[in-house]
């Protein structure tokens, strides 16, 4: 079942790449609210429609949050796995920059629950 798209996944994609192709971090930071918000949106639904289910919640505040990863649903409450990073941390994983073994490290992934791991589906591109 194909996820339903609230952005126009080319002006998503075009908001990804500029992101990707910004140089620096401190270039990519100083990109328009805008562009990072449709970055990080894009790109949480390409994770739920390339990992569809509903076992794991990622979350990007304050930009978005997504289900994806097969496996037992979760309806009510908390979920018990929860992927939690800043937009920075999220565009780098997507994108290819970090590994999901080097954002763990750098303390800024809030991940719990057996199944919070991406590493099988990141990068994106």
């Known amino acids: 079942m194909a996820i339903r798209r609230r952005i126009d996944p080319a002006a998503g994609r075009a908001a990804f790449e500029r992101w990707i192709t910004a140089g620096s ?12 918000a449709m970055a990080v949106r894009y790109s949480l639904e390409e994770l739920a429609s390339r990992a569809e289910g509903n076992s794991v919640e990622v979350r990007v505040p304050p930009f978005g949050v997504t289900q994806c990863i097969p496996g037992p649903r979760h309806t009510r409450g908390t979920p018990p ?9 999220w565009l780098a ?16 992934v ?16």
């Open 25 to 36: 971090e401190a270039a990519a930071a100083a990109l328009p609210r805008p562009v990072i």
């Open 81 to 89: 796995n929860v992927i939690e990073l800043p937009a920075e941390l």
């Open 93 to 108: 994983l997507a994108s290819g920059k970090i590994s999901w073994e080097a954002a763990l490290a750098t303390g800024k």
């Open 110 to 125: 809030s991940a719990s629950g057996l199944r919070a791991d991406l590493s099988d589906e990141l990068p994106l591109v």
